[in-house]
């Protein structure tokens, strides 16, 4: 699959099979994905891939928690100024038309809120991870790592797709990080961005079905020097 078709057929994906997914495919994307540029070349991610009894002990104690106390390293921002907070409304809408949850329905919300935590029962889980060094040298921020990891997440993103694979990137798979490190042994000197479900996608789950909207090109972008 060429990159063009990679781009169109990607999306975020909210139902997994139970299918697992090779390790030989999984080391071919992470070795392309490891291409992804970054400033000067410093290559700030590391990638922590789970799966199996592992990954089940991180999600049954997530679940425990029931999105109470969240700690996550990175702040999350749930309200965001206008147009950006319309934008972000109208897909949660989607998602949750798609899978016939109503705002009153509290037994199918904490139903949701459990495929959150267990990231859509895909069969692996790539957590992203950066060191705190970097991050906060001398106390002071450093947003450019951050940055970077978000381009070698979405290398991950397409990579998958041009498999056949389909994935999401979740603020919520690292919302408890010292469950992740405790589980995979990684030291408190790492801080967790985000993790990425990858799995094959259930074509017969309505909330695999619908489309987010994109605002039109002429509405982001400006134009010099074509007239």
């Not at 991950?156 to 010292?178: D, E, N």
């Amino acid at each position: 699959m060429d990159i063009s078709k990679a781009v169109i057929a990607r999306r975020s994906i909210r139902a997994f099979k139970p299918e697992p997914v090779p390790e030989a495919i999984l080391r071919k994307i992470i070795e392309r994905a490891l291409r992804a540029p970054s400033w000067a070349n410093i290559q700030p991610w590391e990638l922590a891939i789970a799966r199996g009894p592992r990954l089940a002990e991180i999600r049954r104690r997530f679940v425990e928690k029931k999105g109470r106390d969240i700690s996550p390293d990175f702040p999350h921002f749930f309200q965001f100024p206008e147009p950006y907070d319309s934008r972000g409304r109208a897909t949660v809408a989607k998602s949750h038309e798609s899978i016939g949850m109503k705002r009153e329905d509290r037994a199918k919300r904490e139903w949701w809120e459990i495929q959150q935590l267990t990231n859509f029962g895909a069969p692996c889980e790539i957590y992203v991870y950066i060191d705190r060094s970097l991050y906060l040298p001398d106390g002071n921020i450093n947003i450019w790592p951050v940055f970077d990891c978000g381009a070698i997440t979405g290398m991950i993103a397409l990579l998958a797709a041009s498999y056949g694979l389909g994935t999401v990137t979740q603020a919520r798979a690292v919302v408890y990080p010292h469950i992740v490190r405790e589980v995979l042994g990684i030291p408190d000197t790492k801080l967790m961005l985000v993790g990425v479900a990858i799995g094959y996608p259930d074509p017969d789950n309505p909330v695999n079905r619908y489309t987010s909207d994109r605002e039109p090109v002429d509405k982001l972008v400006r134009w010099y020097g074509f007239e």
